[in-house]
């Protein structure tokens, strides 16, 4: 049996990762269900179970290092291993620098970004280490590209980015493969309760979203990445474009970049 355990599992990305996975693997698959929302977790649960998965419901807040260390615990305890990570939990901000009066927002999203994966991480390692088994960062196209508007969401990225990569090094002769996936903007609710300039919940996208990526398609690539072992997914041609023109031409990635948001919260 296949065990997973997927962080931020009980909507958008998450969930759908988790819904694929049991259709795609039924009674082979064991999946581990981790976010703040129980009865969400719930819902996404029994779709899964009448696929003919077997789930672990654990509600988890990845902000708190003994929650993600539990999590571990309690898949290891309930399926006697663990064959994948998927960090998926996060959060989203949307605000112009200078607009932020109070910075404490700041480092709570990097709390839950950042350190909720490299908790999970290091508390599955030894487990995943056992089963030569497999890790996933979901990261963004913000953590390859600076995105205005974005310097809180695009430092926590860069920062998973960084992690990751050294990671999958440490990890080259262990049998353990680590994929980072970089969707651009996809069609979830995930931007609608970030942060804004104020600390508060956004309530709406800065970002132009006319060719937002369905979340279906976004769960198909990571979990097609995750079965090759693959380094990294980047996800649209415009991400793969703008990671490379950014070597040459960087002050036309900015442009691009600041092209991506709306009028209205663009910098005057």
């Known amino acids: 049996m296949n065990i997973v355990v997927i962080t931020g599992a009980s909507d958008g990305i998450g969930a759908e990762l988790a819904r694929q996975l049991a259709a795609r693997e039924g009674a082979a698959c064991g999946l581990v269900l981790a976010a703040r929302n129980a009865d969400k977790l719930n819902a996404v649960a029994t779709a899964c179970q009448a696929a003919g998965a077997q789930v672990l419901v654990v509600p988890t807040d990845v902000s708190v290092e003994a929650q993600c260390r539990a999590l571990i615990d309690a898949a290891v305890t309930r399926f006697g291993r663990l064959d994948a990570l998927v960090n998926n939990a996060g959060m989203s901000a949307q605000a112009l620098f200078s607009e932020v009066a109070d910075l404490g927002w700041y480092e709570r999203l990097m709390t839950v970004n950042l350190w909720g994966a490299v908790w999970c991480t290091h508390a599955a390692l030894p487990h995943l280490k056992a089963s030569r088994g497999r890790i996933v960062a979901v990261s963004s196209l913000a ?99 703008g990671r490379w023109l950014k070597l040459i031409a960087p002050a036309k990635v900015d442009r691009m970049a600041l092209a991506a948001l709306k009028d209205e919260v663009k910098p005057k």
């Open 143 to 241: 953590g390859l590209i600076g995105v205005p508007g974005r310097t809180a969401y695009s430092a926590t990225k860069f920062a998973m980015t960084g992690f990751f990569e050294a990671l999958r090094a440490e990890l080259a002769t262990s049998g353990v493969s680590v994929t980072t996936a970089y969707p651009g903007v996809v069609a979830t609710e995930i931007r609608y309760r970030g942060y804004k300039a104020d600390g508060q919940a956004a309530g709406q996208s800065g970002l132009k979203e006319d060719d937002a990526m369905p979340v279906e398609v976004c769960a198909r690539l990571i979990l097609n990445g995750m079965a090759a072992r693959q380094r990294e997914v980047v996800m649209t041609a415009k991400g793969r474009l």
